[in-house]
């Protein structure tokens, strides 16, 4: 079935460093991805989305490109500030072309961000 | 976008009991769903709920231990029943606002429960 994989964190980063947080998915047919993010304390929010291969999602500054030939979304930032601190989930829709359930959005396990002044 | 908002935000239950949460929505919305978040987990998707009738529940998931209505198009309940501590989780409500693309869900705050 479908599932997605995002590298474990908790990642620390220093103010203004480089920020690439992996992810991979297995899916049946094409499905849609993306990334949100659940702030301390807050609910889960959309950050970006991207619907077909080689789409690139961005929001505030992140950015992520759908590859089909690796089957990746690795969500990348250049700059990172300290309100970025947060956890960060990849997912995905499945097809329901493919009899997946379209509001099944499958979830990798979350990756926390730590950046430091 | 939707405003959403979950009654309550928290509460700690005692085993065997039951607690419903609210999910309302500033704006009429095509499709409502329930996640669960267990400590440590990622979200798992428990049910759609279909306004006007019973929702479609996924896999690992009934309705007898998770009812859920949606009397309207902007709100939703989802009762946990007969509580034990495996439950402890955060819910969450989830819409696709109506003129949003239907791949594309919102969440609301959650509600964060521990039972004892």
């Given at each position: 079935?479908?599932?997605?994989?995002?590298?474990?964190?908790?990642?620390?980063?220093?103010?203004?460093?480089?920020?690439t947080?992996?992810?991979?998915?297995t899916?049946?047919?094409?499905?849609?991805?993306?990334?949100?993010?659940?702030?301390?304390?807050?609910?889960?929010?959309?950050?970006?989305?991207?619907?077909?291969?080689?789409d690139?999602?961005?929001?505030?500054?992140?950015?992520?490109?759908?590859?089909?030939?690796?089957?990746?979304?690795?969500?990348?930032?250049?700059?990172?500030?300290v309100?970025?601190?947060?956890?960060?989930?990849?997912?995905?829709?499945?097809?329901?072309?493919?009899?997946?359930?379209?509001?099944?959005?499958?979830?990798?396990?979350g990756?926390?961000?730590?950046?430091?002044? | 976008?939707?405003?959403?908002?979950?009654?309550?935000?928290?509460d700690?239950?005692?085993?065997?009991?039951?607690?419903?949460?609210?999910?309302?929505?500033?704006?009429?919305?095509?499709?409502?769903?329930?996640?669960?978040?267990?400590?440590?987990?990622?979200l798992?998707?428990?049910?759609?709920?279909?306004?006007?009738?019973?929702?479609?529940?996924?896999?690992?998931?009934?309705i007898?231990k998770?009812?859920?209505?949606?009397?309207?198009?902007?709100?939703?309940?989802?009762?946990?029943s007969n509580?034990?501590?495996?439950?402890?989780s955060?819910y969450?409500?989830?819409?696709?606002?109506?003129?949003?693309?239907?791949?594309?869900?919102?969440?609301?705050?959650g509600?964060?429960?521990?039972?004892?």
């Amino acid at each position: 079935g479908n599932s997605v994989t995002q590298m474990e964190g908790p990642v620390t980063l220093s103010e203004e460093a480089f920020l690439t947080i992996n992810c991979t998915y297995t899916a049946t047919g094409y499905p849609s991805l993306f990334w949100y993010v659940q702030y301390p304390g807050e609910g889960l929010q959309l950050l970006l989305k991207a619907t077909k291969a080689d789409d690139k999602g961005s929001n505030k500054g992140f950015e992520a490109t759908y590859r089909k030939e690796t089957t990746s979304f690795h969500l990348e930032k250049g700059s990172v500030q300290v309100s970025d601190s947060a956890v960060y989930f990849c997912a995905l829709t499945g097809s329901v072309f493919y009899g997946g359930s379209q509001g099944n959005l499958i979830f990798g396990k979350g990756t926390k961000l730590s950046v430091k002044p | 976008s939707a405003v959403i908002s979950q009654k309550p935000s928290r509460d700690i239950c005692q085993r065997g009991t039951s607690l419903t949460i609210q999910c309302q929505v500033d704006s009429q919305v095509t499709m409502m769903f329930w996640y669960r978040q267990q400590p440590g987990q990622s979200l798992t998707l428990i049910a759609t709920a279909n306004q006007g009738s019973e929702a479609t529940y996924e896999s690992g998931f009934v309705i007898d231990k998770f009812p859920i209505s949606r009397p309207n198009l902007t709100f939703s309940t989802l009762t946990v029943s007969n509580m034990s501590p495996e439950d402890s989780s955060i819910y969450l409500c989830s819409v696709v606002p109506s003129g949003s693309p239907t791949d594309t869900q919102y969440f609301g705050p959650g509600t964060r429960l521990t039972v004892l």
